[in-house]
């Protein structure tokens, strides 16, 4: 009982890494962590047991045999350990339908329509949670996911919910005339505001997109602040810290108050299509092909009202 209370989780992950790939370097690029740190936690698990588990050789390490013969119930400890995780997950979540998408359009578009989507739900309970890569939909429990992506693998579905302008925007007091709001000119010169590329959403547009778009060339294109969230970089670029390229779905109440304003409109706007993505089986999958198509169904009667149109 006291080996199980203090059983040294970390340490035996970073055994088992190690064994994997050889290398302590490469287990730790598996980990997340440093070098250093895999090959601590050995010394301390080394330490612990009074073995010896690693020994080097060349350029990466190689196993004891008493650690070669513990391995194999270390790596089934692991999997029954990621298959109680995994239940104590599903049962957690049997009445609640979780969706992943990213904060910004969460709170400006989807939370106001949840009620659209309640038929759709049963007794459900919705869950929003942040984006994920589609690829671990199905590991975390997600019931749909809207991203920009959309997935091949044959487990997941999608649809198209709708196309959305990624525009360039700053404050007012950033532009002169008429001419500097809509000629290209103007951002050759102003600050470049950034929204880092999280979850998946590694296909939205940046600055080097547009310029190239623009038929344009500028210097330290990837310089300036940036940013994790599009509504924190909006909110830079309100504070006049520079100009900032993002979804017009976002920007589009800064518009209408007068915080920012469009600008370069003379270079077509680059689009991106946002898409409903959900299992194909499993015991909420019926809900999700519902809660996609109510979801669809909303944003074309919305087609010509405030927010971005399907096409």
């Known amino acids: 009982m006291t080996l199980l209370r203090d059983l040294p989780l970390s340490a035996l992950r970073a055994l088992a890494a190690a064994a994997r790939t050889g290398s302590l370097t490469r287990a730790a690029d598996e980990l997340g962590v440093t070098p250093g740190a895999v090959g601590h936690q050995l010394r301390q698990l080394e330490d ?18 008493i650690a070669e013969a513990a391995l194999p119930d270390i790596d089934r400890g692991f999997d029954a350990l990621a298959s109680g995780l995994r239940r104590l997950r599903f049962e957690r979540r049997a009445d609640t339908f979780t969706i992943a998408a990213d904060p910004s359009f969460s709170s400006l578009w989807l ?22 890569t589609l690829d671990s939909m199905l590991e975390e429990g997600i019931d749909l996911a809207i991203s920009y992506r959309k997935s091949s693998a044959r ?3 999608s649809a198209d919910l709708f196309t959305e302008r990624v525009i360039p925007a700053c404050a007012p007091a950033l532009i002169g005339s008429r001419s500097d709001r809509d000629g290209a000119g103007k951002l050759d010169r102003l600050p470049l505001l950034h929204i880092d590329q999280t ?20 210097k330290n294109i990837d310089h300036g602040s940036r940013f994790p969230l599009t509504v924190l970089a909006a909110q830079a670029a309100i504070s006049g810290m520079g100009a900032l390229l993002a979804s017009e779905l976002v920007l589009r109440e800064h518009f209408r108050s007068g915080q920012l304003i469009e600008i370069a409109r003379e270079v077509p706007a680059l689009t991106i299509r946002r898409r409903l993505v959900w299992p194909v089986d499993g015991p909420k999958a019926r809900h999700a092909a519902a809660v996609a198509a109510a979801l ?16």
């Open 296 to 311: 669809a169904a909303t944003a074309i009667a919305e087609a010509d009202g405030p927010w971005p149109t399907k096409s």
């Open 199 to 218: 979850m998946g959403d590694d296909v939205y547009p940046t600055w080097g997109n547009w310029f190239t778009a623009a038929g344009r060339q500028r």
């Open 48 to 65: 612990r047991l009074g073995v010896k588990l690693v020994s080097r050789e060349g350029n990466g390490i190689a196993l004891t045999r």
């Open 155 to 157: 487990d997941l579905a």
């Open 111 to 132: 939370a106001p329509r949840l009620d659209r989507v309640r038929a759709a739900l049963g007794r459900l309970d919705v869950r929003i949670v942040l984006s994920i």
